[in-house]
């Protein structure tokens, strides 16, 4: 069950967000059939609730000289893990990390200009424990809308 409730009309706001989050407020209000004021008022409850969690632009990392894509799994021992997380943050390259469970501590996404520049990253990551990598051979799918459905409890 979702922490925060959802009426049809947040829903339309998400949704309209999730295809254009650069619509001005009347623009959405338009398009949800709401006034600018009140679609203003639930946008920044959604925000402050957290189920809006920012707004940005999405890069196409190969055009900017990042063709290689892989995720690398790290199979750490609990006390280096503060030592994944700072070097995760720490590194561009890194896109995303998971804390996991199985015979891996973390999943990194990583990007890197070369397979030379992906070899130092997990030379880098096998500093904390043994590595596992896979290089994507095709442009990941990375899905940017979710849809909102109404669950049969109504939420």
């Keep these: 069950m979702p922490k925060v409730m959802l009426d049809a ?15 001005s407020f ?14 203003a008022e639930r946008v920044r ?3 402050a609730e957290g189920v809006i969690q920012g ?9 900017l000289g990042y063709p290689v894509t892989a995720l690398v799994a790290v199979a750490a021992t609990p006390e280096r893990y503060p030592r994944v997380w ?7 390259e890194v896109r995303e990390c998971y804390f996991v469970t199985g015979e891996a501590s973390f999943v990194l996404r990583v990007v ?8 130092r990253i997990i030379e880098d990551l096998g500093a904390f ?4 990598t896979s290089v994507a051979l095709k442009a990941p799918l990375i899905k940017t809308r979710f849809p ?8």
């Design 45 to 47: 409850r959604l925000e």
């Design 86 to 92: 700072a070097y995760a943050e720490a590194t561009p």
């Design 112 to 119: 890197a200009r070369s397979i030379d520049d992906l070899r």
């Design 9 to 23: 009309r947040d829903r339309a706001i998400l949704d309209a967000l999730q295809e254009d989050a650069r619509l």
């Design 55 to 63: 707004y940005g632009a999405r890069l196409n990392l190969e055009a």
């Design 129 to 132: 424990g043994s590595t596992r």
């Design 26 to 39: 009347a623009a959405l209000a338009r398009k949800v059939g709401m006034s600018p004021p009140a679609v």
């Design 148 to 155: 909102l459905v109404e669950r049969p409890d109504g939420s």
